[in-house]
């Protein structure tokens, strides 16, 4: 595994080099890696990375990028938009020059046009910001704050809003709540029921499950030597 | 026991990351938010979304409250009082 980087266009215009990290053995079959998004980035990351190892043990290279104002990057989240993430996707495809996409949950919400392969796990964005809306409230009312999501959601599509630790432009929440995941030709959805096991993006607190990588990277592998 | 019933337990064992069968135990007075640290309201947000799509329900944001988390007996009878009498 390396860390490499790629050019990634920002809004406006400029561009940034943001990290990847990458199993790169010039091998034909290339597979871009479309991550979870927010605190789900975060439970999955172990596993995708596990996934990784699979492929790259199955002879197949692969890439995981970090999308602007994600992990390592150094631009302000809150200026990213949902589309901010499918071109840096995109310009990760090209220049790693990506044969397949394996989008995990919220990533499969900004793929880029063109690329066929596999959606895992596919969740709506509503779902996702419904979910961080719900646990600011709950946190909100821990300290004694009364908050309402219909409040908060008109409040931060006016002036952006913090979720979860996540800084959101109202531009980001008015197109994450929107995005929804199906409808990209040539991407194949991998219900998690066929991986099987407990869904690790719910766990309280981030684990892996090496059946569960062995069961994804299998699929891509299969899929990819039909 | 029931299919709300086991599915609630399913549901929990995600979240906790519990052993196969180890939700089995859980009794109504088995202690949930406040009881367990690693329930933290991201974690208690997601069990809710989750709860929604395996259980086919909509939760108010109003219906949520402490109690409604404090042992396994309220989560249950909440999500009972939900459903449709099977």
Known sequence: MKAAEYPCPLPGGAAAREYALTFDAAREKRVLIAPALFEEGHKLRRFTLEVMRRLDGAGIDCFLPDLPGCNESSQDLALIEPEDWRMALEAAARHFEATHILAIRGGGLVLPARLGGWHYAPVKGASLLKTMLRARIIAAREAGREETIDALMEQGLQMGIDLAGYSLSGEMLRQMGELLPGKQTGISVIEHELIGGSALWLRAEADEDAQQADALAAVIAIGLSA | ?86
């Open chain 2, 1 to 86: 026991m029931d299919p709300i019933d086991k599915k609630l337990r399913a549901i929990l064992s995600d979240v906790l990351g519990l052993k196969p069968g180890q939700a089995d135990q859980f009794t109504p007075d088995t202690g949930l938010f406040g009881d367990l640290p690693e329930l933290d309201s991201m974690a208690v947000a997601g069990l809710l979304t989750e709860m929604e799509d395996r259980l086919d329900i909509v939760i108010d944001e109003d219906e949520i409250d402490g109690e409604l988390f404090e042992t396994y007996g309220s989560l249950l009878a909440f999500t009972r009082a939900k459903l449709p009498e099977a």
